[in-house]
């Protein structure tokens, strides 16, 4: 396949799977508020985090997947798919501030310096916020390599929200341990490639004793 059409193909793949999450939504709003449960608020705020946090990991394992592959051209994929993260973050966070909460800044203020999963959920949003928002090519441009720097951060951000789904669901841990693997699992997948990367292998010299 022509590599455009791939990159292309690869592309609407991606913004099949950003909008899935509405998409689910919306098939469950069909029969109006019923059709979200007994806790229309709880359920939706569970679904935009967890997409959130799979978009997430999806992302981090874009440079592993172009390494193992050897398709550059998956890299193009790691934007829309942290911005469909941050969206969902963003969603997630919108929902508990203004329909479980209903903007009452006092209470969001206690729940967010009183309950340790609201705290590191919110530190999660406001270290993906830069992220988002430089993200561009001019911004690229501008910070140079001080970018890659603050796009680790991502890596912060991401054990974060772990952490705050662990925390909220309590009991059965099962899922955000699953996330815990996954993203323990690219760590070190990251951490062997940089440590191969900054291993040096001699060269040996040449005639006359220069190196080649």
């Known amino acids: 396949m022509d590599p455009r059409r791939r990159v292309l193909l690869l592309k609407a793949v991606v913004w099949l799977l950003g909008l899935y999450p509405l998409g689910r939504v919306a098939w469950w ?9 007994a806790n229309p608020i709880e359920r939706v705020l569970h679904h935009t985090g967890w997409w959130a946090l799979v978009l997430v990991l999806v992302t981090l394992a874009v440079t592993p997947l172009r390494r193992i ?3 550059n051209e998956l890299v193009k994929l790691r934007r829309p798919l942290g911005l469909f ?13 203004g329909l479980d909460q209903v903007f009452a800044w006092s209470y969001i203020l ?3 310096a ?7 959920g919110v530190l ?7 992220l988002a928002v430089t993200s561009t090519r001019g911004w690229i441009r501008r910070l140079g390599r001080r970018w890659t720097l603050l796009h680790r951060v991502v890596y912060a951000a991401a054990g974060l929200g772990i952490i705050h789904f662990y925390w909220r669901v309590k009991a059965d841990t099962r899922v955000p341990l699953l996330f815990a693997a996954v993203f323990v699992a690219l760590m070190v997948l990251r951490m062997s490639w940089t440590g191969r990367a900054g291993t040096t292998t001699p060269r040996r010299p040449g005639p006359g004793g220069a190196v080649r």
Not at 114 to 120: A, G, L, N, Q
Request: hydrophobic content about 50%; aromatic content about 14%.
């Open 85 to 97: 993260a941050f969206f969902y973050a963003t969603v997630h966070l919108g929902i508990y501030i």
């Open 29 to 37: 709003l069909r029969d109006g508020l019923l059709g979200l449960g």
């Open 110 to 112: 206690e729940d967010v």
């Open 124 to 130: 999660a949003w406001i270290l993906l916020l830069p």
């Open 114 to 120: 009183e309950r340790p999963f609201i705290t590191v």
């Open 69 to 71: 592959t050897g398709r």
